[in-house]
Antibody, heavy 114, light 110 residues
Framework: EVQLVESGGGLVQPGGSLRLSCAAS????????MNWVRQAPGKGLEWVSH????????YYTDSVKGRFTISRDNAKNSLYLQMNSLRAEDTAVYYC???????WGQGTLVTVSS | QSVLTQPPSASGTPGQRVTISCSGS????????VNWYQRLPGTAPKLLIY???QRPSGVPDRFSGSKSGTSASLAISGLQSEDEADYYC???????????FGGGTKLTVL
């Protein structure tokens, strides 16, 4: 059974940083592209970032370019999202998702507020 | 403003057939496959339809998808109370080099 477990969320002040992690199990992690998706309070789903299976190809949505960095460690079956220069509008539940979002974690809440 | 356009709400009575539309452009729906996701209250999203009209194992055949040009649709037949959820469409966008989602449609079973 595919399992994705996010961690690392919390309350952070504007301009601060957080590192999200996603622990994967139940599938061959190194064979799949991975994504981060977020949902702000009262809003819809928003794709944040994509990383290929090898980590060689990376994409970001415009609003996080230059501030967020996606990475993965295939030896540890883990996906990461380093978030810097956080803004109030980054407040959301962040989900990691496998492939074309065929499996999702339960999400981790990031709140950016002073 | 989402790149893919969905109606914010839809409704139907048990047993009815409802459809949810998703409108995009040549750079997303027009040239890539469309997926649909169901978000039940308090749970993570779940893949419902992929590649326009394919169902993952375990998804009832009451759910079906279609695509025509730059638009796609999700149809739910034999509506049940447990179908009350938010539904999202998504596709890769070649111009943006990223995934785009619809704004979501809240389905109410009356």
């Amino acid at each position: 059974e595919v399992q994705l477990v996010e961690s690392g969320g919390g309350l952070v002040q504007p301009g601060g940083s957080l590192r999200l992690s996603c622990a994967a199990s139940g599938f061959s992690f190194s064979s799949y592209e991975m994504n981060w998706v977020r949902q702000a309070p009262g809003k819809g789903l928003e794709w944040v970032s994509h990383i290929s299976s090898s980590g060689s190809t990376i994409y970001y949505t415009d609003s996080v370019k230059g501030r967020f960095t996606i990475s993965r460690d295939n030896a540890k079956n883990s996906l990461y999202l380093q978030m810097n220069s956080l803004r109030a509008e980054d407040t959301a539940v962040y989900y990691c998702a496998k492939g074309a979002f065929d499996s999702w974690g339960q999400g981790t809440l990031v709140t950016v507020s002073s | 403003q989402s790149v893919l356009t969905q109606p914010p709400s839809a409704s139907g009575t048990p047993g009815q057939r409802v459809t949810i539309s998703c409108s995009g452009s040549n750079s997303n729906i027009g040239s890539n496959t469309v997926n649909w996701y169901q978000r039940l209250p308090g749970t993570a999203p779940k893949l419902l339809i992929y590649s326009h009209n394919q169902r993952p194992s375990g998804v009832p055949d009451r759910f079906s998808g279609s695509k025509s040009g730059t638009s796609a649709s999700l149809a739910i037949s034999g509506l049940q109370s447990e179908d009350e959820a938010d539904y999202y469409c998504a596709a890769w966008d070649d111009s943006l080099n990223g995934w785009v989602f619809g704004g979501g449609t809240k389905l109410t079973v009356l």
